[in-house]
């Protein structure tokens, strides 16, 4: 498999550049070239930088691109034999068609000059008609003209975006473009259910799409102020048709299965110009959630700044999510961070059924405001079945050698239920023309059941050391909701502005769990202990962070300004943790644990103030900035009556450099620094015994994390041969970096606390080729991946120097072949390998390859087939865990109604029946490999009606 796959990736990629360079030569003009020039039909000037574009004779489809150059010449390379049709255009002047064909005995066309005549205007009113090109580039921004990228009737947003140039859609619906993730996607400038990307890209059918803008979003306060903070989005801009902005469109559909497997979708939208009004919902048991799966803030969480951190949904203590082996790549409170690559490609790991509703709203409420709203419900109910083995470094033994790993095989089986609801809100309003009003605040409120049995075995080598069986229950509430105000003033000075940010976030997670456990442990002389566990333990954990952001631009010059700026953030925290023990004379949770409870709080409290000098000319800017910062870290352990607060003074520096090129190059390097503090459940000096063969404590000695990192990326779109280049750097260096510390008792007993440590680095690096070719439209993308890391832990009381680095290569193809047949095929290969130095016999080395195909085909009589492949091996796993996965899925549909809006299917899930989930994770100090059941061969029938009515 990995030979072919080598093969294949070598092949596609040598077939890649043939088709770039020249046929054979003619006298003349070479064979597949078209070559002429664009000149004003008056005067014979040459016009430099006309577009033309080469269109398919049968149906106008975009095939190939470029412009003319300084003397007004223009050549297509690499054209086929076939009818064509050349557009040229020109700003002023009248668009121009021009036909022509290639045949095997004139593979190639000499169009002399071809004369455009200007547009003229008289009095009184004037309509011109404009053919766009098919690319476009302005500045950063990329936008792709969405009629020269024919897509199936029906289809949505992300089958558009899918045939783009650069642009990659995973099997998710996760967006990366020029090598980046898409974390927004707006419709007309504006949010569509608040910044999740999937709602748009999959509920939006493309043929109201007019233009795809593709570009990196600045903060709200940095695009006032003109000063680039370095916090920057990947952002797709849909862009809808003027004809499409007024009437009614949605997607409704049904589908029953097989083995109860069902599926239900409702989607409808009111556009009436500015104003938009969506409705959308789903229901059904095969993995499909509505919405994106985004998670809260975690309960605790310190920010040096507004916004500074944002992590996992999971409560702390166990709360909501699984915990012990196989839980996942990190353990909670800091512990063994580290890489993880699985090469799951977004594969799920459990069964989900899900119900999920939402409404959008959008309107100018007069001349001065503007609404943005939006309400999303969920509830979901997730079944997991795992199989896990962890081994992890335990440290070396007299005389310097190495010891043995520890070894824990895991069984866990869990049922979760969660009922989420979101809402978000936006307004801008203008107090005067110089003054405006920006108001985002969000509310999020979440409730959960959990239970979870779990089987597990420990051995070191060959000994056993203890055996558990494990049930635990909870239930859990988390409320969160935050506020942002931002004032933005210009003065009559040009250049001149004042803005304001203010901003708050409460945050409160509480909840019940009942945990009981088996436990046997067995010494080397055969002996066993038995030991009982029954606790309730009650948890709480409420949070709030307050921040004000000021910022004042003086402008030097025409080319440089001036930022002074001031912030303020307190962070204030409270973890309230009481456990009981089950008395059975009295039936009840009675018996306090006191080395398993705790009240605590913690408050991190910042200023921060600085400048920045920027300067900006027509091909580069700069930017060099420094901060003065003053952090306090209080702590107050309320049951021990103890106390302490610490200060952190730090000097913050950042710089960064912008360069743009002719032909849409840009190079830009950033460098930013950062403090970030624990939270408290890290700082909370109590025992989680959530699993007792894996007990987790607070470290209230903790110091801030002082985070270095230095950004260089580079990205070109040529119009002119469709090619597009991107590329990453990433280098960070983190001091003071929390890391876990591990102990290992006699009996096989793992404590895990978080610990300060230096030596943590990581390099990551990403390089992405786009390439359109005219042949059948096809898009190629090249893509090569790596990363290295070094991380330090503590095992034993020993430091284990954890290195792991990894290359992945992958390529993909896909081209609307012809009116009929369209095709994907996405190739995929990654090699890992990590290094221990407590336990060499723990290093590893394995590769993950993966190949996905999919095809459409249009059948006589409305008739469609279409179906998608993904093959996956894995080797240098554990024993088990080496396998391949073969998921195959096709489809049967027939288009009903005149404009086939209406459709029947019928598919045939994982027709093989071989869809599995292994899953590796690798951290500074275990490997672990998770086996995990997912969803298995079904048969469904659907039916979907597409409303289409525009103009009403």
Do not use: C, W
């Given at each position: 498999m990995r030979f072919v796959l080598f093969l294949l990736l070598f092949s596609l990629g040598a077939a890649m550049a043939r088709a770039q360079q020249p046929a054979a030569s003619s006298p003349t003009v070479p064979a597949g070239q078209i070559r002429g020039s664009v000149a004003d039909s008056a005067s014979g000037k040459a016009l430099r930088e006309a577009s033309v574009s080469l269109l398919a004779a049968r149906d106008s489809a975009y095939l190939s691109f470029t412009i003319t150059d300084g003397d007004g010449r223009f050549v297509l390379r690499g054209v086929a034999p076939g009818r064509y049709v050349l557009l040229l255009t020109f700003l002023?002047?009248?668009?121009?068609?021009?036909?022509?064909?290639?045949?095997?005995?004139?593979?190639?066309?000499?169009?002399?000059?071809?004369?455009?005549?200007?547009?003229?205007?008289?009095?009184?009113?004037?309509?011109?008609?404009?053919?766009?090109?098919?690319?476009?580039?302005?500045?950063?921004?990329?936008?792709?003209?969405?009629?020269?990228?024919?897509?199936?009737?029906?289809?949505?947003?992300?089958?558009?975006?899918?045939?783009?140039?650069?642009?990659?859609?995973?099997?998710?619906?996760?967006?990366?473009?020029?090598?980046?993730?898409?974390?927004?996607?707006?419709?007309?400038?504006?949010?569509?259910?608040?910044?999740?990307?999937?709602?748009?890209?999959?509920?939006?059918?493309?043929?109201?799409i007019d233009q795809v803008q593709l570009f990196n979003q600045q903060s709200d306060q940095a695009q006032f102020s003109g000063i680039d903070d370095g916090q920057q989005q990947k952002t797709i801009n849909l862009v809808t048709k003027r004809d499409k902005r007024k009437g009614w469109f949605g997607t409704e559909g049904l589908g029953v299965g097989t083995d109860g497997r069902y599926r239900a979708q409702l989607g409808l939208n009111r556009f009436n110009n500015g104003r938009q009004i969506s409705a959308l919902g789903q229901a059904n048991n095969v993995n499909q959630l509505g919405f994106s799966d985004n998670g809260l803030p975690a309960a605790g969480d310190l920010s040096s700044g507004p916004g500074a951190n944002a992590g996992a949904s999971s409560l702390p203590g166990g709360f909501g999510g699984v915990g012990g082996p196989g839980s996942g790549p990190m353990l909670v409170q800091g512990g063994g961070r580290g890489s993880s690559a699985s090469g799951s490609n977004n594969q799920p790991t459990s069964i989900t059924e899900s119900l999920t509703g939402g409404l959008n709203y959008r309107d100018a409420w007069g001349k001065r405001a503007e609404v943005a709203t939006s309400y999303l419900a969920a509830r979901s109910t997730v079944r997991t079945e795992q199989l896990s083995r962890r081994e992890t470094a335990t440290g070396r033994r007299a005389g310097d050698a190495a010891g043995p790993a520890l070894v824990t095989d895991q069984s866990t089986s869990a049922r979760s239920r969660t009922l989420s609801q979101r809402l978000n809100f936006r307004l801008d309003y203008k107090l005067d023309s110089l003054t405006s009003l920006r108001f985002t605040p969000a509310l999020w409120w979440q409730k959960s059941e959990q239970g979870r049995n779990v089987s597990q075995q420990t051995d070191l080598g060959a000994q056993p050391l203890n055996q558990s069986q494990s049930r635990y229950e909870a239930t859990a509430a988390s409320a969160w909701g935050n506020g942002n105000l931002l004032?933005?003033?210009?003065?009559?000075?040009?250049?001149?502005?004042?803005?304001?940010?203010?901003?708050?976030?409460?945050?409160?997670?509480?909840?019940?769990?009942?945990?009981?456990?088996?436990?046997?442990?067995?010494?080397?002389?055969?002996?066993?202990?038995?030991?009982?566990?029954?606790?309730?333990?009650?948890?709480?954990?409420?949070?709030?962070?307050?921040?004000?952001?000021?910022?004042?631009?003086?402008?030097?010059?025409?080319?440089?300004?001036?930022?002074?700026?001031?912030?303020?953030?307190?962070?204030r925290s409270r973890a309230r943790r009481t456990a009981a023990d089950y008395d059975a004379t009295t039936g009840a949770y009675d018996q306090p644990s006191p080395g398993l409870s705790n009240r605590f709080s913690s408050q991190f409290l910042t200023h921060r103030a600085g400048l920045t000098w920027q300067t900006r000319r027509l091909r580069y800017g700069y930017a060099l900035g420094l901060d003065g910062q003053q952090a306090s870290l209080g702590v107050h352990n309320q049951t021990r009556d103890t106390a302490f607060t610490r200060r952190y003074p730090a000097l913050l520096p950042n710089a960064m450099v912008t360069w743009n090129g002719s032909r849409g190059r840009t190079l830009r390097l950033n460098y930013r620094t950062r403090l970030q503090a624990p939270s408290a459940t890290q700082l909370q000096p109590v025992t989680d015994n959530t699993n007792p063969l894996f007990v987790r404590r607070g470290n209230p000695l903790l110091r801030p994390e002082y985070l270095h990192t230095l950004t260089a990326t580079y990205q070109q779109f040529n119009a002119v041969n469709n090619r597009s280049l991107f590329g990453l750097l990433s280098a960070t260096q983190v001091q003071d970096r929390i890391v876990s510390a591990t102990s290992f008792d006699a009996q096989g007993v793992q404590t895990t606390r978080p610990v300060n440590a230096d030596g943590y680095r990581t390099l990551n690096g990403f390089l992405s080729l786009g390439q359109r070719l005219g042949w059948h439209k096809l898009n190629v993308n090249l893509s090569t991946n790596g990363s290295f890391t070094r991380g330090r832990s503590l095992v034993n009381e020993q430091w284990n120097q954890a290195r792991n680095w990894s290359l992945g290569q992958g390529l993909s193809v896909n081209t609307a072949f012809n009116d009929r047949l369209e095709f994907g095929l996405d190739l995929n290969v990654t090699y890992l390998d990590a290094r221990y130095s407590l336990l060499p016999q723990q290093n590893t080395a394995y590769w993950t390859q993966t190949l996905e195909a999919d095809a459409f085909y249009q059948l006589p009589g409305r008739w469609t087939i279409s179906s998608d492949l993904w093959l996956t091996r894995y080797a240098g796993r554990s024993a088990g865990f080496n396998q391949g996965v073969a998921l195959w899925n096709v489809a049967l549909a027939r288009q009903l109604f005149k404009n086939k809006q209406g459709e029947l299917k019928l598919q045939a899930y994982d027709l093989l029946k071989q869809n599995r989930s292994v899953v590796r994770n690798v951290t500074d100090t275990y490997l672990e490999d998770v086996r995990s059941r997912v969803l298995t061969r079904y048969l469904m029938l659907s039916f979907g009606y597409n409303v289409r009515s525009f103009g009403k």
């Open positions: 002023g002047y009248r668009s121009r068609l021009v036909p022509l064909q290639l045949t095997a005995a004139a593979p190639a066309a000499e169009l002399g000059t071809v004369r455009l005549r200007a547009t003229s205007q008289t009095l009184g009113e004037v309509v011109v008609a404009q053919e766009r090109a098919p690319v476009s580039v302005q500045g950063d921004t990329v936008a792709f003209n969405a009629r020269a990228f024919k897509t199936q009737p029906n289809a949505a947003v992300e089958q558009l975006l899918k045939k783009l140039p650069g642009v990659q859609v995973d099997r998710d619906g996760t967006i990366r473009a020029q090598g980046q993730p898409v974390q927004r996607v707006l419709v007309d400038g504006k949010p569509f259910f608040g910044d999740d990307p999937k709602v748009a890209t999959r509920n939006l059918p493309a043929n109201i004032l933005m003033r210009k003065f009559a000075k040009a250049g001149r502005t004042l803005s304001a940010n203010l901003s708050a976030v409460l945050n409160n997670q509480d909840g019940t769990a009942f945990n009981q456990a088996d436990n046997t442990f067995f010494a080397p002389d055969g002996a066993t202990r038995r030991t009982r566990l029954d606790q309730r333990i009650a948890q709480d954990y409420p949070a709030r962070t307050q921040a004000l952001n000021l910022a004042y631009v003086e402008p030097l010059s025409l080319q440089q300004k001036l930022e002074l700026h001031y912030n303020v953030a307190d962070s």
